[in-house]
């Protein structure tokens, strides 16, 4: 999946547990390129954990951190970049990872999700089925509209997704 564009960054977008993390963790290892999280990066950025920054900053000003380190990356080079599930919120992210490189849309069935998010420990803003049900119809459009390649990942295991998206590396 050879980028058009500047930096050859390949972004991994999808709605909570779907996986990207690891994914893009296990794809930087295998092909020896860096991978990052926009999440790490904004917490190594602000000095506070996700569920700070949402408790007492906010989830507007959580936004703004995120395009602010997603700016950042623009100086770097072939990266790997796991996006928080909220990063389509924001249009601003939508062009500049576009900008940046290539946007890889984790596409999965909302129950697998929500089991992830559930055997994770804290998930702040995941308050309820309902909030996180709402917020998955809300961001599918988004998600696909922002992607240059969607995989699949319904019965899918972990192996199979990362071989289907190294074959693209
Ligand atoms: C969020 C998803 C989280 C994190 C924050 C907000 C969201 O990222 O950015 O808790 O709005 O969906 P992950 O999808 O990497 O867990």
């Known amino acids: 999946l050879a980028s058009k564009h500047g930096c050859d960054h390949i972004f991994f977008i999808g709605f909570l547990g779907a996986g990207k993390s690891t994914l893009a963790r296990n794809l930087g290892r295998m092909f020896k390129r860096r991978y990052l999280d926009t999440d790490r990066l904004v917490e190594r950025r602000a000095g506070h954990s996700i569920s700070y ?3 007492n900053k906010g989830e507007a000003s959580f936004r703004e951190l995120e395009t602010k380190a997603l ?5 770097e080079r072939s990266l790997l970049v796991s996006c928080g599930g909220g990063i389509v919120e924001t249009p601003r992210n939508i062009e500049l990872m ?3 490189g290539v946007c890889v849309y984790l596409d999965g069935e909302f129950d697998d999700s929500l089991r992830q998010i559930r055997s994770l ?8 089925r309902e909030h996180a049900q709402r917020l998955y119809q809300h961001r599918r459009p988004l998600y696909r509209s ?3 390649l969607t995989v699949d990942i319904r019965g899918r295991s972990f192996e199979d ?3 289907i998206c190294a074959d693209m590396l």
Request: hydrophobic share 40%.
């Open 53 to 55: 920054l949402f408790r």
């Open 71 to 75: 700016e950042s990356l623009a100086s």
């Open 98 to 100: 576009h900008e940046m």
């Open 121 to 128: 420990a804290s998930r702040p803003d995941f308050r309820s």
């Open 146 to 148: 922002a992607a240059d």
């Open 161 to 163: 997704v990362s071989y």
